[in-house]
């Protein structure tokens, strides 16, 4: 049983910075590509950063490139993702995925999205005021 568990949402205002947190249990973590999605109300979820099983490579969506950092402990088994000059429309969901497949560099979770996620977790709230 894979179980991820995601920390580290709350209320900011726009400009301020939130990390969260994706603690993984119930396999090899390290094997694995790693990432976060989001998902805003009334709106589909959408791919926000990949990290390799590795953590040498990164990929982000176009909104969250400059501002977004993720990043990955392995001895942890937890991934990152810091958020940096937050804006009202980063206001979603934010759930951590973890690939399918071992040994990815999460460059198929950036192409693929969600086709490529074989465990979720429950998903935490970030809320960014104007």
């Known amino acids: 049983q894979v179980q991820l568990v995601e920390s580290g949402g709350g209320l900011v205002q726009t400009g301020g910075s939130l990390r969260l947190s994706c603690a993984a249990s119930?396999?090899?973590?390290?094997?694995?590509?790693m990432g976060w999605f989001r998902q805003a109300p009334g709106k589909e979820r959408e791919f926000v950063a990949a990290?390799?099983?590795?953590?040498?490579?990164?990929y982000y969506a176009d909104s969250a490139k400059g501002r977004f950092t993720i990043s990955r402990d392995n001895a942890k088994n937890t991934e990152y993702l810091q958020m940096n000059s937050l804006k009202p429309e980063d206001t979603a969901v934010y759930y951590c995925?973890?690939?399918?497949?071992?040994?990815?560099?999460?460059?198929?979770?950036?192409?693929?999205?969600?086709?490529?996620?074989?465990?979720w977790g429950q998903g935490t709230q970030v809320t960014v005021s104007p």
């Open positions: 995925a973890a690939d399918g497949i071992a040994y990815n560099t999460g460059q198929r979770m950036s192409v693929f999205k969600e086709k490529v996620v074989k465990y």
């Open positions: 119930g396999r090899t973590f390290s094997s694995y590509a």
């Open positions: 990290i390799s099983w590795d953590g040498i490579s990164t």
